[in-house]
T-cell receptor, first 113, second 114 residues
């Protein structure tokens, strides 16, 4: 069974640009979550999608958005990039059972210059 | 609001020894789950162990076990017979049923010394 796949693995963008990150969950998983990981803040929850609907959202500005497609693949978009957006972005997928573990991808390392 | 606190930013342990990583959490909910995740230098997060709050019995997975003290809201991880491959960042996480989001602690960097 293939794991969670995130693309690309690395990105370098300039301030003011926008970026789209992609996540393919484990087959059969309908829940996809996104986290931002930085050395100072740890892992911060961005949002969670289930069957194309956003069920929960973290405390991030509106520049951060996401969506989920009918095949459960998910994308997150960050517009008007700022230097502080430099981070490791992790995607996780989960099965439907309540309290089930999250399976994480290897992340996308975004550097904003 | 839910919070997770890991008070040990870094720890080290000799190979084959035992080490305990601390985690405390706060939630007013009764139905929740606790996890320990490991993030090696390759950066992929891997589940180490999972505990259901309504179960009093502490979870164990081979060399890994937890000490779950519900009243004290404490969830420590014990690693026995430490191996070099255990070197990683360890994150404690809380999932409150129905919220669909994991709350992570800031992590403990564990180094196993040969």
């Amino acid at each position: 069974k293939a794991g969670v796949t995130q693309t690309p693995r690395y990105l370098i963008k300039t301030r003011g640009q926008q970026v789209t990150l992609s996540c393919s969950p484990i087959s059969g998983h309908r829940s996809v979550s996104w986290y931002q990981q930085t050395p100072g803040q740890g892992l911060q929850f961005l949002f969670e999608y289930f069957s194309e609907t956003q069920r929960n959202k973290g405390n991030f500005p509106g520049r951060f958005s996401g969506r989920q497609f009918s095949n459960s693949r998910s994308e997150m978009n960050v517009s008007t990039l700022e230097l502080g957006d430099s981070a490791l972005y992790l995607c996780a997928s989960s099965g439907d059972r309540v309290g089930t573990e999250a399976f994480f991808g290897q992340g996308t390392r975004l550097t904003v210059v | 609001a839910q919070t997770v606190t890991q008070s040990q930013p870094e720890m080290s342990v000799q190979e084959a020894e035992t080490v305990t990583l601390s985690c405390t959490y706060d939630t007013s909910e009764n139905n929740y789950y606790l996890f320990w995740y490991k993030q090696p230098p390759s950066r992929q997060m891997i589940l180490v162990i999972r505990q259901e709050a309504y179960k009093q019995q502490n979870a164990t997975e081979n060399r890994f076990s937890v000490n779950f003290q519900k009243a004290a809201k404490s969830f420590s991880l014990k690693i026995s017979d430490s191996q070099l491959g255990d070197t990683a960042m360890y994150f404690c996480a809380l999932l409150v049923s129905g919220t669909y989001k994991y709350i992570f602690g800031t992590g403990t960097r564990l180094k196993v010394l040969a």
